[in-house]
């Protein structure tokens, strides 16, 4: 039994970056990361909210085939604490995802970070197996941040947030 850790941290507003992003904007996105994972997560083809309240969800996520679990279905209960983090527990294999945007000098002085606790039974520590999953699981967890930075800001160019998204 291994469990793997990784955690990617990607400013959100970088020089040059336009439009900038507020955190009102950046949690809206995150929002929708957690209702529909799967425009953020590459092997994610579906999911469903199963319960929501303002601090509280628990969704159904469906993985493309050979991408996920077993099965392919998982349900996970997120812990949200408005407007910085969301903490993902994967209630059938034990992973923990946490996403968290943090501030910096000012409000346009963001990063947002995901860390990553992945429990995998049937590898081995130390072994080739297990490195180049690290390995893929590093590049897999770098493209997620960014791509949800990017589509934070593409929306943004858009024009479609602080207009309660419904994609």
């Not at 050979?66 to 604490?81: A, F, H, T």
């Not at 960014?146 to 858009?158: E, G, P």
Request: with cysteine.
């Amino acid at each position: 039994m291994v469990i793997l850790y990784q955690s990617q941290t990607c400013p959100v507003n970088p020089p040059n970056a336009s439009p900038i992003l507020t955190i009102d904007e950046v949690w809206e996105v995150m929002m929708l990361k957690c209702r529909k994972p799967e425009l953020f997560v590459a092997p994610m083809s579906g999911s469903k909210v199963l319960e929501e309240n303002p601090t509280f969800m628990k969704r159904s996520v469906t993985f493309k085939e050979g991408m996920g679990p077993p099965g392919g279905e998982v349900i996970e209960d997120l812990q949200i604490r408005k407007p910085w983090k969301v903490d993902f527990y994967n209630l059938d294999s034990g992973a923990f995802i946490n996403n968290t945007v943090s501030q910096g000098k000012d409000d346009t002085d963001l990063s947002l970070t995901f860390y990553f606790e992945w429990p995998y039974p049937k590898l081995e520590e130390g072994s080739a197996e297990t490195q180049k999953m690290e390995e893929r699981l590093w590049g897999m967890a770098q493209e997620t941040v960014q791509h949800t930075i990017d589509y934070a800001r593409d929306l943004a160019r858009k024009g479609k947030l602080g207009k309660g998204l419904e994609l």
